[in-house]
């Protein structure tokens, strides 16, 4: 058991008996991480849905039994399914979402031409991504985004590693496929 | 090529780029990069920059930390809610040993005594006592005088004629208060006579002394007075008639009551199930009829004492 190990044990403990600064860090560990899948999945204000998975993760650790990449798993697992929820209920009541471009604008940059080429890299990546099956988007983004292992993505997708193989496999082939010609990534 | 139209190192090939892309997207160099794992590895910088790691402001940080804490503190309150539910309390558990203790001796008392009173062992006066209790339970035990229990059964469906007598005392009740009733009203009609007989006895006093001057007004008194008589005569008899048509009627009810509940008793006791509350029911129909015909007719009663005495009154007067 690693130091790493040792500490998630001490801060899950904590966390199970309320305390604040266990809380803390496992917001600090994961937080970045989620936020980044949920901003790759296209996700609707992630910042909202952020703390939708940390009250539920909250709510369900005491069904939580293992160690630290277990818990990692665990709490992308229930990060998806907030996601597939919230996308669900996002379809029966659509709204017009705002693009890509009008938000980077929003955002403010010192530089013009280094916003055109960021904002024109989100926009081929998240393309290139929108191209994949929900599966295959899964895949590539806990694996490059999460930086999730093979193992980890299994247990947060409820699949065996295999399977996870031949969709990170699958994937990368429709990449290729779908990439515009004389666009390089 | 082999035979099949695949490549003899296909797989060896499919691995290695398995094994490539595993190594490029878990961020380890590969070698050597062909053109596939050059792509594949700028396409993960590229998703890589696309999406950079957020740095959460801290303003979102406190109010997800906020909404952490609630929930902390709700997911808590409910579990302490939950185990001191789950938790019985210190009566709950005496109430628990007592009712498992009772329940315990009762069943072993039950069922050492009832063997020994069904097998007729106990003595005498706990037998009896038994086997009487037991009768109300529609349970058959052996008494100690060897009778047959169920003719000390007090079983008012298959016998019903306490029944058929309650039923028949408030008629015969009545009967009786009509004959006090008669008895009053012949007294009335004997002061009625008396009073007539005495003011007989002065018309025929005070004509002796005055023939000449009231003889018209002494003949149309008597007239009205017999007018009054034939008045109190004609409505006696109709109340009597019509309460003796209710009193009938009354009866009458009563009877098929009786017939009634007691054809349904013997029926009842024919299919061996005495206790039928639908029997219990009719009985009871039948009795409520045979009273509210009774009300009946002792509100006739009543009206026609008060008719009697007002009569008498007027009479009197």
Known sequence: ?185 | MSGYGVEPDEMKKATLVDQKIEALLGGQPVAPMDAVATELAAFRDALGGAFPLPVISEAIEDAHLVRIMDAVATSSAASTLVLQSARPTPVQRLRARLSSKVAAATFAFTTAFGGAAYAGVLPQPIQDATATAASFLGIDLPSSSGDDPDSERPNKVADPTPDADRDRVPVGADDEANEDDDARTDGTEDRKDDTQDQADDRQAGEGDGSEDGDGPDRDEAGDDRDESEDRDEDERDANDDSAEDARDEAEDVNDDARDGSEDRSEDESNDGDPNDDSLDDSVGDARDEAEDATGEMDDLDADDRSELEGSSDHDQD
Do not use: C
């Not at chain 1, 991480?33 to 909202?48: T, W």
């Open chain 1, 1 to 185: 058991m690693s130091s790493q190990d040792w500490d998630f044990e001490r801060a899950l403990t904590a966390a199970r008996a309320g305390s604040e600064w266990a809380w803390r860090e496992i917001y600090a560990e994961l937080a970045p991480l989620i936020l980044r899948y949920l901003r790759g999945r296209a996700a609707i204000e992630p910042e909202d849905l952020l703390g939708d998975v940390f009250v539920q993760v909250v709510g369900k650790i005491d069904q939580f039994d293992g160690g630290a990449d277990d818990f990692r798993a665990w709490v992308f697992t229930i990060a998806r399914h907030r996601l597939i929820d919230t996308a669900r209920s996002r379809a029966r009541r659509p709204v017009d979402p705002v693009s890509d471009e009008v938000l980077v604008a929003a955002a403010g940059s010192a530089d013009a031409e280094e916003q055109a080429l960021s904002s024109l890299a989100v926009a081929e990546a998240r393309k290139a991504i929108a191209q994949l099956s929900p599966d295959q988007q899964d895949v590539v983004l806990l694996r490059l985004v999460a930086g999730l292992s093979i193992k980890e993505v299994a247990a947060a997708l409820g699949k065996n590693p295999g399977a996870i193989k031949a969709l990170q496999v699958r994937a990368v082939a429709a990449l290729r496929r779908n990439l515009p010609e004389g666009v390089s990534l």
